[in-house]
């Protein structure tokens, strides 16, 4: 599923223009890209967390030549469903 398809499900179930349920879609990921990127958690109930975890530096080995390399430090974000969600997916 794409954006373009959230948004027509919008359209179809909401009743509102093709082209406001695109601005919705593209706010709410905006928002959730934003809050995100300051380093908060997003929560949603029902669905699930999404989290910003720090990940420090390390050691890796390029898999081509065997030679020691550093992996630099970085964020990345986790998603965990809810148990509802879980449920839902699994029945």
Not at 3 to 9: G, H, P
Not at 32 to 56: C, D, H
Request: net charge positive; no cysteine; glycine share 8%.
């Amino acid at each position: 599923m794409r954006k373009a398809d959230i948004a027509n499900e919008i359209f179809k179930q909401v009743g509102i223009p093709k082209n406001e349920a695109a601005n919705i879609v593209e706010l709410v990921l905006n928002l959730l890209k934003s809050v995100l990127q300051k380093g908060e958690s997003v929560k949603i109930a029902g669905f699930g967390n999404f989290i910003v975890r720090n990940k420090g530096p390390r050691k890796g080995r390029n898999p081509r030549t065997g030679e020691e390399i550093g992996i630099t430090p970085r964020r990345v974000v986790t998603f965990r469903p809810s148990q509802v969600f879980k449920k839902y997916v699994n029945s």
